[in-house]
Nanobody
Framework: QVQLVESGGGLVQAGGSLRLSCVASGRIFSIRTMGWYRQAPGKQRELVAAITSDGSTNYADSVKGRFTISRESAKNAVYLQMNSLKPEDTGVYYC????????WGQGTEVTVSS
């Protein structure tokens, strides 16, 4: 079993920054990909950013140039630095881990006020 714990969400004004963290624990073997998804009220969950074991990254077009995903393999952690936040970035941010299975965290809420 794998547990994912997210932190770092909160309320911020437009133009501000937040840094999300996700730490994985438990029976972790050969992580392939870790990533961040978000779900805005009334919308489907969508990819924000992902990073593979070899460091390749993928970003949603809406966050390119503003968000940066990074990974600390020794801690089984993934981070999301979010700059120049916009009200449309508001939502619950979920951490995702893929090894031989897929795991989700419980989510951390981000609210960006205009």
């Amino acid at each position: 079993q794998v547990q994912l714990v997210e932190s770092g969400g909160g309320l911020v004004q437009a133009g501000g920054s937040l840094r999300l963290s996700c730490v994985a624990s438990g029976r972790i073997f050969s992580i392939r990909t870790m990533g961040w998804y978000r779900q805005a009220p009334g919308k489907q969950r969508e990819l924000v950013a992902a990073i593979t074991s070899d460091g390749s990254t993928n970003y949603a077009d809406s966050v390119k140039g503003r968000f940066t995903i990074s990974r600390e393999s020794a801690k089984n952690a993934v981070y999301l630095q979010m700059n120049s936040l916009k009200p449309e970035d508001t939502g619950v941010y979920y951490c995702k881990l893929i090894n031989s299975q897929l795991y989700w965290g419980q989510g951390t809420e981000v609210t960006v006020s205009s």
